[in-house]
């Protein structure tokens, strides 16, 4: 049986805020070593208790405008995660028709600056 992990690596301010993430898996597609990164979310599924377990972190160097895109862009994954998970279409295309409208959202506030 093949194993594969996951390391993160968070480096906190005195205020216990992350100044510094990195991390590092097995398949990491950027190679072996750390790879830095600003933002991360991890959900777990909880069996026991039939509900999702999060881990939200975040440098305070992270612009506002990314972490947006960054929700985007996870809401938009979702939708495909689903469909292969499930196969349920309704919900994958609901999703999806949310992230695109966020995703406008961004577009137009932007112009609009």
Known sequence: MRKSSIHFDITLDKNNYPDKIK?????????????????????????????SMRIDLWTKDM???????????????????????TGDTFISKEIKQLADKLAQHLIDTAKNQ
């Open 23 to 51: 991390w590092n898996a097995t398949d990491n597609p950027n190679g072996h070593g750390l790879s830095e990164t600003t933002a991360l979310n991890i959900s777990l599924w909880d069996p026991e208790q039939k509900h």
């Open 63 to 85: 612009p506002v405008e990314e972490m947006k895109k960054f929700y985007i862009d996870m809401i938009g994954g979702m939708s495909q995660s689903i469909l292969n998970a």
